[in-house]
């Protein structure tokens, strides 16, 4: 309707210049219905109205690109894939690889993608109309995000797996760091499909290529299953070594994806701990601790007590060590924790090359005031301000004693505490940066009683553990994360050989939409040719016709 008015508005404006103006008389019709289509044009590109695309926006081939649609041996179910896109598509289609991102195919392509994502390429096609078809072998990752309207207007051509027995490692589970000599544990996960009933397979730990640790599994009804795997890593020729673990499943007869038999990882191996936990004066606060750092740190921890007046022990075996391996070993950690009396914290912390924690629970001073010491966060950001944020401090139960500390003007406080929450409050944790080297100082007792309790407190403990770790092994950080990337990079599109389930199968589907969304006129470019043939045309006849 408004382009109708637009175009008799037009129409009569003109008329109007060349019959009641210019006077041209009959030979001024035609320049006058030039006149309307340019000021209608330019009129209407104003007004800018949206229009109707017909449907039939060509055929949009959707074919798999992930590492599921190659075989073991050949390309020939690839190949079968790209010919029957190539089919449907015929000329004018186009053919769109989907797994990760959709991409256009181009000729040379292979099925790289490290998983099978649909849903971003069947938007995409959905939007511009026309006919869609899938070419996939069925197994997909996000099925259940995918609306199911989209499903039904897609044709989809499913070229199945081969069928088979097979078993594969669907999770490789090792600690990032490891140290000589202490026993570790690998989690494998196996998934097996189609065997047959009393079939097992043998699941291997490899380090470097030799068997470390092996386990039989029957697999005869299918399904998911787990091992741990225990071993002691062997000792490094240096003091750190990055290597290589691979988890391996045999036994199948007629595997048919051997592919996904294998899955390989990286730790590093150290000689000595990453953290060294020395104390002189065991409490129910050491050994907490001690669990803690072992379950959050997620590197190798080494814990050493002297009980009464004798020597050091290992705390795990209690069995004696000499004071050269307790020295070697603290000046070799990347993290001293000294806990005890303060003589002993002292001369601890002389030994740390690295990163500090001093815990003196012992003061030469006594200037600890015993009682209910209730903690809250203090005024100003620290590094372990997000381990508390949303904990209530009336939940967490009061610590024992808190000593009085020397205030560091470069230091950053991380918790207070005040004596049955009057009067002046003191310091528990504070941390500084010492030249290179992180150090941190809790100044309570008591802090096992969030540990212990759990919930609510037992989660604020492990947090404000983790926290402090992190914050002490900061400049391993970097390290730490390339290793992780490196351990993701190998396991990348591990999943797509295993056996799954498909979740798509072959349908017709429903004829293509009729119509688009309306499209703004700007956006069409015919609308300013026609305005700007419509302008010339009348130039050049007003030039015949004697006028200017």
């Not at 075989?71 to 020939?76: C, I, K």
């Not at 499909?193 to 730990?205: F, K, N, Q, W, Y």
């Not at 030469?364 to 301000?385: H, I, K, L, Q, T």
Request: proline fraction near 6%; hydrophobic fraction near 45%.
């Amino acid at each position: 309707m408004l382009v109708t008015v637009v175009a008799l508005a037009a129409t009569g404006f003109a008329l109007a210049l060349y019959l009641l103006i210019e006077r041209v008389g009959r030979a001024g019709l035609p320049l006058a219905l030039l006149r309307a289509a340019a000021w209608g044009g330019v009129a209407v590109l104003l007004v800018n109205p949206g229009c109707q695309r017909s449907g039939g926006g060509g055929t949009a081939v959707l074919l798999d690109g992930s590492l599921s649609m190659t075989d073991p041996v050949g390309d020939a179910r690839w190949r079968a894939a790209l010919d029957t896109a190539r089919a449907i598509a015929g000329r004018s289609g186009r053919i769109v690889l989907f797994g990760e991102e959709p991409r256009i195919f181009m000729e040379g392509a292979t099925p790289s993608a490290a998983e099978s994502s649909l849903l971003p390429a069947l938007r995409e096609a959905a939007s511009r109309g026309g006919r869609l078809v899938i070419v996939t072998d069925g197994v997909l990752d996000d099925a259940t995000a995918i609306p199911l309207d989209l499903l039904r207007r897609a044709r989809i051509v499913v070229l199945p797996r081969p069928a088979g027995p097979d078993a594969g490692i669907a999770g490789f589970d090792l600690p990032v760091a490891l140290r000589a000599g202490d026993s570790a544990t690998a989690t494998v996960d196996v998934v097996a499909a189609a065997t047959r009933p009393g079939d097992s397979v043998t699941i291997e730990l490899l380090e470097q290529g030799r068997v470390v640790a092996s386990a039989r599994v029957g697999v005869g009804g299918g399904g998911s299953y787990r091992r741990d795997l225990s071993f002691v890593p062997a000792a490094p020729a240096p003091e750190r070594e990055l290597r290589r673990y691979e988890a391996r499943v045999s036994g199948i007869v007629g595997d048919r994806e051997p592919r996904d038999d294998r899955r390989t990882s990286l730790a590093a191996v150290t000689r000595a701990g990453a953290i060294v936990l020395l104390s002189d004066s065991p409490d129910w606060d050491s050994r907490w601790l001690a669990s803690t750092l072992t379950g959050t740190s997620g590197v190798p921890v080494q814990v050493f007590v002297r009980v009464a007046n004798g020597g050091w022990r290992d705390a795990r075996t209690l069995r004696p060590v000499g004071d050269a391996a307790v020295q070697g070993a603290a000046q070799r950690a990347t993290l001293v924790v000294a806990h005890g009396s303060e003589a002993g914290v002292d001369a601890v912390a002389r030994l740390a090359r690295r990163a500090l924690w001093r815990w003196p629970t012992q003061r030469r001073d006594r200037s600890g005031a015993p009682g209910d010491w209730y903690v809250m966060a203090p005024e100003f950001a620290s590094p372990v301000g997000a381990a508390f944020a949303g904990v209530p401090a009336e939940s967490l139960p009061p610590l024992e004693g808190v000593d009085e500390v020397r205030s560091d003007s470069v230091a950053w406080t991380g918790l207070t505490a005040q004596l049955d929450r009057r009067g002046r409050s003191r310091p528990v944790v504070q941390g500084a940066l010492t030249g290179r080297r992180h150090v941190v100082t809790l100044s309570a007792t008591g802090l096992w009683r969030w540990a212990s309790r759990g919930g609510v407190a037992g989660e604020a403990y492990r947090a404000l553990v983790a926290s402090l770790t992190d914050w002490l092994l900061e400049e391993r950080g970097g390290e730490h994360a390339t290793l992780v990337a490196a351990r993701d990079s190998l396991a990348r599109g591990a999943a797509e050989f295993l056996p799954r389930a498909p979740v798509l199968t072959s349908q017709p589907g429903l004829a293509a939409v009729a119509a688009r969304d309306p499209v703004p006129l700007r956006h069409v470019t015919w609308a300013y040719w026609a305005a700007l043939v419509a302008l010339v045309a009348e130039w050049i006849a007003r030039r015949r016709v004697g006028l200017r």
